[in-house]
């Protein structure tokens, strides 16, 4: 482990931490007001208005200055009084449409844009205080799945989360933790959990790496030993638990990782939704990303706040290990969850890049 790393480590049998017009047309004031220009500006104090409220923080919106802006703007001007009709003149659709300028849109806000994943400016975090945990998925005395060169699983595991971990402190997240657990399997389930809940954490992922049920194991021989492989399947997935007490949050999280994942080109695992994994099926909550519940699993609805688990490959599919055993992939995964943690911390930051 490298020294930048500060591991939470829970030992056996323990609970513990471990984004002018020309002169000539200024006389024309009055006749423009009478057209519903004025009608116009307060539109558009409006619309200015919504969109800095959208990009602000909340406490933006407690100021009182909107309503000034609402109140400037809908003052009528003095010719008003000599206009003799209330009824405003639409003004004639110009005949060709104009052509759509390339704007960024960190010029635009999310005004106009259709962005259901946006939250609100009030779920925005100070990322220095944000905790998250990262789970090592197994542990050294129960290592998991066995890999088709005969890695363990807590290897890969183990190695991954260090990256992230390394990621999201060089990100200003200060507070991550690396959870290690020992001991055997079903009993470190339970101390991951208290360890977690302990930690007070904001969110929680656990990190893995998948396999197969064993009647799609085949044999074949490694470096002159007997291993298992299963090429049939491949890819990563992304599980919650439909018990967690935050629920919502938790698929949110898992959607924004999975997004991710898919933007980099990686495929999930399709298998889960089948009827030929038997117990092993999960319900696939979004058929465009691959994100699964997985609703008993200790780690996923014992803990008191939104938690994630992410399958990051196969390790039992011979070319997807090599790929998940790389440096590049590695990066690419942790690279990945780093910016979905960022977007969850702050949403604007997937609209106008680091702010």
């Known amino acids: 482990m490298k020294s930048g790393d500060t591991p939470v480590n829970v030992a056996s049998g323990a609970n513990g931490i ?36 959208a990009l602000l ?5 407690h100021a009182g200055w909107l309503s000034d802006v ?6 009528p001007d003095k010719s008003a009084k000599h206009a003799t009709s209330p009824k405003r003149v639409k003004l004639a659709k110009p005949a060709v449409p104009p052509k759509p300028h ?9 005004v106009g844009l259709h962005l259901p994943g946006l939250k609100p400016a009030a779920t925005i975090c100070d990322a ?37 971990a390394e990621k999201l402190k060089a990100e200003g997240f200060a507070e991550t933790r690396l959870l290690v657990t ?31 049920p064993n009647k799609f194991l085949e044999k074949w021989e490694f470096e002159g030993k007997k291993s298992y492989f299963s090429d049939r399947f491949s890819g990563y997935s992304v599980f919650v638990s439909r018990n967690n007490p935050d629920f919502n949050t938790s698929l949110s999280f898992a959607e924004l990782v999975a997004r991710e994942m898919k933007a980099e080109g990686l495929q ?39 938690a994630v688990l992410l399958e990051a490959g196969s390790i039992i599919n011979r070319d997807e ?18 910016a979905a943690v960022k977007e969850f911390c702050d949403p604007r930051w997937s609209i106008l890049g680091p702010l």
């Open 18 to 53: 471990h984004s002018g017009g020309r002169q000539g047309l200024l006389s024309s004031g009055r006749k423009f007001d009478r057209l519903g220009f004025g009608v116009w500006r307060r539109r558009r104090s409006i619309i200015a208005a919504v969109a800095a409220l």
């Open 57 to 61: 923080p909340i406490e933006a919106g």
């Open 70 to 75: 609402f109140k400037g703007s809908s003052k």
């Open 102 to 110: 390339g704007v960024k849109l960190a010029a635009l806000g999310p």
């Open 128 to 164: 220095s205080k944000f905790r998250i945990v990262l789970d090592v998925g197994h542990t050294a005395a129960s290592e998991g799945a066995t890999s088709a060169r005969n890695v363990a699983e807590f290897v890969f595991n183990l190695r991954l989360a260090r990256q992230i």
């Open 182 to 212: 020992e001991g055997k399997a079903r009993p470190s389930l339970v101390k991951r959990v208290a360890a977690a809940n302990d930690l007070q954490a904001n969110l929680f992922l656990s990190i893995h790496h998948d396999s197969v």
């Open 268 to 306: 999930y695992a399709q298998q889960y939704a089948q009827p030929i994994m038997g117990r092993d099926q999960h319900p696939l909550l979004d058929k465009e990303t691959g994100v699964y519940s997985y609703d008993k699993l200790i780690v996923l609805k014992s803990t008191r706040m939104p």
């Open 321 to 338: 290990e090599l790929k998940m055993d790389s440096a590049e992939r590695r990066d690419i995964i942790s690279s990945g969850v780093t």
